[in-house]
């Protein structure tokens, strides 16, 4: 029997503004279905589209985001979400 399996990616590009310079990240969230037979084996790989609109992170933000990227786990895995 097989099975059908949603796959969610995020694509980040560049956004470069004058003379070349990076001033943004652009980030699409992309989603496919794929049907995977029960021994693991891809039987169709489904067709990728995007969802939604694509959002920008400024480049003067994307320090602040990583920060809560690493912040965040550190902080449930201390325990101190009780």
Request: proline share 5%; charged share 30%.
């Amino acid at each position: 029997m097989a099975v059908d399996r949603t796959v969610i990616n995020f694509y980040v590009r560049p956004v470069e503004g004058d003379e070349s310079k990076l001033v943004a990240l652009r980030v699409q969230r992309t989603e496919r279905v794929k049907r995977v037979s029960e021994t693991g084996k891809t039987l169709n790989y489904g067709v990728t589209k995007d969802v939604g609109e694509p959002f920008e992170i400024p480049i003067g933000h994307v320090s602040d985001l990583v920060r809560e990227l690493a912040d965040w786990p550190i902080w449930y895995a201390t325990g101190k979400d009780d």
